[in-house]
Every structure is written in C-alpha cells, then in structure tokens.
C-alpha cells in the first residue's frame, strides 16, 4: 500500500480527480452474467429452457462434429476407429452457447476455433504449395539430398536413351566418361541375360511409369485435402445450417439466429482451451504432464504496462477528430477495448489419472502461468463489477468432467483478460 501511493503522488496528472471513479467502471455484457437473457409471463415454461438449451447445443456439436468418410479414408493409410475419432483433436471446438431470446426469435452466440481447417491448410501448405514454389523461385539454391538423387537419374536416363538410339559409339562414350552408367547396363544384361537395348528401354519405362504413378497419387491426394476444405467451409453456408434453423425452430417454438465468432487462437475461450487437453487427458492419460508443458509454451501473454494517471481528458473526446484518422481510432478506441489480451491462465486436473492401471487414488496436476487477477480493481484501485458466483468481470470460468478406463477425472479451467 505505501509503494502505491508513492507511485500516485509521483506520476499521477494533477488535473485527474480519482474520486470520480463511476465513469470508469467497466460493465460487461448481459450474456457474462447470465448464459441465457429470457422474460416470460408464465413461470413454468422457465423451468423447460435449461434442457432445450442443452439439447439445441448438442444438436449444434453434432452437426460440426459430422465428417465425410470415403474421402477421410482416401487420405489416411490407417483405419480411424470411432473411438479414436471421438477422442480426435482434428475438429471444430465450440464454446458454451450464449442464448438471447426476444418476442419472435433466439440469437444464439457461438465462439468457435476451427483446428480441422487449419489442419488441413498446413499440410497443403506444408506438402504441396511450398514444395511448387521452391521448384518454380529457387532455381540458383542447391538442391536437397532426394531432389539431387532425382535430377542424377533424370539425367541418367536420358543418357541411357541416347545409347539405345545412337548404339555401340556412345556405349564406348559412356564406358570412358561415366563408370556409373556402363555398370547399370553391366548389371542389367547379367541379370535378365538379354540385348542391352531392350534392357535399357525397359528400364526407361519402369521408371517414368513409377514416377508418373507417385505423382499422380500426390495430385489426387492435393483434391481430396481441397474437397475436404470445402466440406468444412460449407458447414457455416446458409444452404447447409436451414437445415439446423428449422430442427431449432420445432424446439424453440421461435425462429433462430446464429452468431459464429471465429477466434485466431484456442486458448482466447475457457471452455475450448478446457475440451481441448480434456480430449488429450482421454486419449493418453501418461502423458498428462507433457500436454500441460506443451500449453504453456503454446499460450502468449501479454504483458501490459500500468502507468497511473494516463487516462484521456473529457475535452478530447470529440468524434470529428477520430472519424478520418484510422491511427488515432486505433489508439484512442480499439487499444482501450476491454479483455482482448490473455494476462493469464490456471488449469487444474483432478481424479483417477495414474499411469498405471490400478486407481489407488486421486492426482492433482496443476499448471499456471500470468495474472488472473482484475488490473482496474486490484492495481488502479477503480471499481470493477463482479459476475455471479462472486467472479471477476475480467475471468473465465469452466468446470468440465470425464472418464477413463480406470475412473473419472475433472478438470477447472480460468482465463483471465486485460
């Protein structure tokens, strides 16, 4: 407390009067206190809305959760089992849904991290797209060790060509110059005991036929990866999701509107970053402490600077100002957002998660990394708002369950914003 106000009487601006804290409060969204805004006039069709809720929500994963298995087992040279696909992280996580109901419609919110489509753009970009472009761009790089092994044999055949056409004088040719070839041909007339020509051209065939046949299976590969892409972007068009609308519509008795934000990374919602190493936890438990040190690389926080004091002036605050000027609206507007940074996170796994097969007793794993607690009320002493179940306005919360072989485990998730 004394180095707190030490540093207010130092950098504080005189003109500021933090008395005056009300204008500064932050309020969050009603969807943060309650996951579903409804009046009614009759009290008892209250009591049904929690079980539509869920029902419309697993509806909802379902039908993210569908996948094209002709095309699936194109790509994969292993069988996927169901299990294993249940367990899969190769998907499209959803968020808790946010349920807004007015006089003749539902607007349900949906936070939504699209790992499936990301998959599937590295490998394209890993396999196939960067691969071209190399080829075509880096014409004076050195080549790799297989691309060096392929030119030397492309190369090699063509001289091969040049002897079954020309006959003995480049055969004489290649004896003298190039030992390498001369002892291909060897090997191919003790082998097969036949004209060296007619070895030699087989040869040929053998090889552009080979070749012609992996590139072949590379392209179809490239369109089935394509198809899959386009599967998973039609998932989200207005042709596929009527289907859904009206299927909601009979359980709600209202017409259905979607709201889907796309988030950049998995860890910015509680509830996806809590399935995700839940899923993980299910399909190998052992490894329980590598996933936690693997998320902890994984999230970025970011750290911000509290500087007491800087805050913007009530004469600044004119609209004609900012209207034209895009690096001003950024600085004055979007960079006061509230929580759109992570300053920290808390993960907790409690349960049957021994490695071995005998449950003696429960474990307890935690990982933790940043602050998870409220800048506003804790470091610039201004008042903040409190969620229910007396949590900060800054916090998310999940509490998640699941089971193994050996007994249930439950997992706590929090992240915190700033």
């Known amino acids: 407390m004394k180095l707190l106000s030490i540093i207010k009487k130092t950098s504080i601006n005189k003109s500021y009067n933090f008395d005056n804290t009300d204008s500064l409060k932050h309020f969050p969204a009603s969807t943060r206190y309650w996951d579903t805004s409804i009046f009614m006039y009759n009290d008892k069709t209250l009591s049904l809305i929690p079980n539509i809720n869920r029902l419309a929500i697993k509806f909802i994963r379902n039908y993210f959760f569908l996948y094209n298995k002709n095309i699936e087992q194109k790509i994969r040279r292993k069988k996927l089992y169901n299990r294993r696909r ?30 499936q489509k990301n998959n599937y753009l590295l490998k394209l970009k890993k396999r196939y797209i960067n691969r071209f472009l190399i080829n075509i761009l880096s014409f004076k ?53 036949i004209n060296k020509f007619k070895a030699i051209s087989k040869y040929v065939n053998i090889f552009y036929k080979t070749f012609i046949k992996k590139s072949l299976r590379r392209l179809l590969i490239y369109t089935y990866y394509r198809r899959l892409i386009y599967v998973n972007k039609s998932r989200f068009n207005y042709t596929y999701l009527q289907y859904i609308k009206n299927k909601l519509q009979v359980l709600f008795n209202k017409n259905i509107e979607f709201n889907f934000i796309n988030l950049k990374y998995f860890y910015l919602n509680s509830n996806i970053l809590s399935e995700s190493i839940l899923l993980k936890i299910r399909k190998n438990r052992r490894r329980l402490m590598r996933h936690l040190a693997n998320l902890e690389k994984k999230i970025i926080i ?72 409220n800048i506003d009320s804790s470091y610039k002493g201004l008042s903040s708002v409190l969620l229910r179940n007396n949590l900060n306005s800054n916090l998310q919360y999940t509490k998640l369950n ?16 700033n």
């Open 402 to 417: 699941s089971k193994t072989r050996i007994g249930s485990f439950g997992l706590k998730g929090w992240v915190s914003g």
């Open 86 to 115: 249940k367990l899969s992280i190769n998907r499209i996580f959803l968020s808790k849904g946010e349920f807004k109901h007015t006089n003749n419609k539902v607007i349900i919110t949906l936070y939504i991290y699209n790992k």
């Open 302 to 373: 970011k750290k911000k600077k509290i500087i007491l004091g800087e805050l913007i002036k009530k004469e600044d605050l004119s609209i004609k100002k900012y209207y034209y000027n895009n690096r001003l609206l950024y600085k004055n507007i979007i960079k006061n957002l509230k929580y759109k940074h992570i300053a920290g996170f808390r993960l907790e796994a409690n349960g049957r998660l021994n490695k071995r097969y005998t449950a003696s007793r429960s474990i307890n794993k935690l990982k933790y990394k940043g602050n998870l607690l």
């Open 141 to 193: 790089k050195p080549l790799s060790h297989k691309k060096n092994i392929l030119s030397n044999k492309l190369i090699l055949l063509k001289k091969l060509k040049k002897i079954s056409i020309k006959g003995t004088i480049a055969l004489i040719d290649a004896n003298i110059f190039k030992p390498k070839i001369a002892r291909i041909l060897r090997n191919l007339h003790q082998k097969k005991k």
